[in-house]
């Protein structure tokens, strides 16, 4: 059995390799101070944000927070593994690492009976697309493809196959290899008999289109039915590899474009990114007949900056187009919405306009999100009938209030009040009302929520609070210095950091200097597992910090860390306060602000 890549290997690689000179095949560089400055590939920049450290073997976007080492790099610009990345780079320093990096890809972390479904799949996958392209049996199957607008490049490129008419090819096919039928039942690849104690075939006669995890993995199958046959479509059962609240369609194959343009375009069915690919668009992904999901969600935002939604454009794919639109904002993600002419898909639009015409649609034509809600909002309403005019109005109003930038907000509101002649002051006024009535409610919402939601991420770098900056400050220091990372948990004994990130990453600390590891910034960030912690490390790595930290320094530090929990226990109590002074509850007022003034006096 193969192990994994020995640390000391690793840590030769790193000695061997600049890290100045493998991001510098990829980013103009410049240097600037004991850095190198260029433009970020990880997003849309003109003024050069992006900068490495030779000093210190790692990189750090301003603009975006993208971080981490020469490994991580790699991996988030090209979509490679770790195992990838490095053997790719032990053959440039010419490292020897001692064992096969194909065998090391082989061995996965999981189960046996798991790694046979996916190699069971495999094979039927590249077993179907013989029989459609290479047999006579599949010939009239290839001709249906070719009559609908595929071609050879198409089909090679998704491994399109097909499923001879028989009863149970596949059974014998599989049995011949020796897996075992119950397993590979358990698979969705056969389906046992209720009468006979016999197998047959899931799939017969019909166009086969393997589906992938986000690793490349074929774990499923949807097959497409020749002619009027029913059900037309005919998708692998959810089992313990494939689970459609997580598997987006083509992701694994789109990654490095989506990574690289910043932006996935998502279309409801894998006949869509098929179709989409024949134009030209290669950052297409598909949920797999289910609505977009929180983990379809994060997989799109952890690698791209916008998602632009390409539904079928019938009332059911508007809707879901708009929903699917709330979520990926909730969520932080820029929006964009294409709209079809009316009951079309992009497979009816290739077919109807070509394929240049569904490119420029999708990537130069497609809506801002709020423009799509406009035209969602004027569905099915007279806007000449007064009730109708006031209601949409009234509608649009409440969607530009949660707008964040001022000027997209004058850009709809001057719409309204042109396309209505309504008074742009009018607009404008009761926009603000129904701003300020977000902000309260948010408010009102914000007191309730616990410490440990706080998130880094939301706040403003150059107004961080004290205590998040006194975490931030001591982690910096961590990173530099084992003893101090002690020194701290002796300090805070059972108690913990207020931002949960922060006490991870000091966590990861403690684990990476018990193991007897010295203080290296690179080695912490492959010891780190979380991809947005080797950010949020590499951020603080790039603190301005004293080279010593002062037993005084330490002490502020652990003073505003300790006592931001009383801070907000003492804004609560306060609150309760004024609560019982209003219902004139004056003795339960005294109480509380005697545990105010005792938490006060705990404090210095």
Avoid at 159 to 176: C, E, H, M, N, P
Avoid at 495 to 507: L, P, R, S, V
Avoid at 546 to 569: A, F, G, R, T
Wanted: a negative charge; aromatic letters at 8%.
């Amino acid at each position: 059995m193969v192990g994994r890549i020995p640390e000391e290997k690793i840590n030769e690689i790193k000695q061997a390799i600049d890290i100045v000179d493998v991001i510098g095949e990829h980013v103009q560089l410049t240097k600037q101070g004991r850095n190198f400055l260029g433009l970020c590939p990880f997003h849309g920049e003109k003024t050069p944000s992006f900068s490495v450290s030779p000093e210190k073997q790692i990189f750090h976007c301003f603009g975006c927070n993208a971080g981490g080492n020469v490994f991580s790099f790699l991996m988030d610009l090209e979509g490679f593994s770790f195992q990838e990345v490095a053997a790719k780079l032990a053959n440039r320093a010419h490292v020897d690492l001692g064992i096969d990096i194909a065998d090391v890809e082989k061995k996965k972390s999981i189960p046996d009976s798991l790694q046979q479904m996916m190699d069971a799949h495999d094979l039927l996958s590249k077993f179907y697309h013989h029989l459609l392209v290479n047999t006579k049996d599949g010939q009239h199957a290839l001709e249906y493809l070719l009559n609908r607008g595929f071609t050879l490049p198409i089909i090679e490129k998704f491994q399109i196959g097909y499923s001879l008419s028989s009863w149970d090819i596949a059974v014998k096919f599989l049995a011949k290899r020796k897996y075992d039928g119950t397993l590979m039942e358990k698979a969705g690849l056969i389906i046992k008999s209720d009468k006979e104690n016999k197998y047959f075939d899931r799939f017969r006669d019909r166009i086969i289109f393997p589906i992938m995890d986000r690793n490349g993995n074929t774990v499923a199958f949807s097959g497409r039915a020749l002619g009027d046959s029913h059900p037309k479509y005919l998708n692998s059962p959810e089992t313990p590899i494939f689970n459609k609240s997580s598997t987006l369609y083509n992701f694994s194959s789109a990654r490095s474009s989506i990574r690289k343009s910043q932006q996935a375009v998502l279309f409801e069915g894998f006949a869509d990114v098929i179709a989409a690919s024949r134009s030209g668009i290669e950052n297409g992904v598909a949920t797999m007949g289910t609505s977009l999901t929180d983990e379809h969600i994060s997989i799109l935002k952890r690698n791209s900056q916008t998602v632009t939604i390409c539904y079928d454009s019938d009332s059911a794919g508007i809707e879901a187009a708009f929903r699917a639109g709330q979520l990926l904002t909730k969520a932080n993600c820029q929006v964009k919405v294409t709209v079809l002419p009316d009951g079309m898909d992009p497979d009816d639009y290739v077919n109807q306009y070509g394929e240049e015409k569904l490119q420029n649609e999708i990537l130069h034509n497609a809506l801002p999100y709020m423009g799509f809600k406009l035209m969602y909002y004027r569905r099915g309403k007279n806007l000449q009938n007064e009730g109708d005019k006031l209601e949409y109005i009234e509608k649009v109003l409440g969607e530009i209030a949660k707008l964040e930038k001022v000027v997209e907000k004058d850009l709809y509101i001057r719409q309204l009040s042109s396309e209505f002649s309504i008074s742009l002051e009018a607009l404008q006024q009761q926009e603000k009302q129904l701003t300020n009535s977000l902000q309260i409610n948010n408010s009102n919402k914000s007191i309730s929520t616990p410490v440990k939601q706080y998130s880094v991420k939301k706040q403003v770098k150059n107004l961080l609070p004290a205590y998040q900056t006194a975490e931030r400050r001591l982690l910096a220091h961590m990173l530099k210095s084992g003893d101090t990372a002690f020194k701290v948990q002796e300090y805070l004994q059972e108690k913990m950091f207020n931002i949960d990130e922060h006490q991870a990453i000091f966590t990861y600390l403690l684990a990476f200097y018990e193991s007897g590891q010295s203080s290296d910034i690179s080695s912490f960030i492959n010891f780190i597992t979380d991809n947005e912690l080797k950010r949020m490390v590499v951020d603080i790595e790039m603190m301005d910090i004293n080279e010593e930290l002062s037993n005084q320094e330490l002490m502020d530090y652990m003073k505003q860390i300790l006592n931001y929990e009383k801070l907000v226990e003492i804004k609560e109590k306060k609150l309760k306060q004024k609560e019982a002074e209003r219902q004139q509850n004056y003795v339960e007022a005294a109480k509380i602000g005697m545990e105010v003034l005792s938490l006060e006096k705990s404090l210095k």
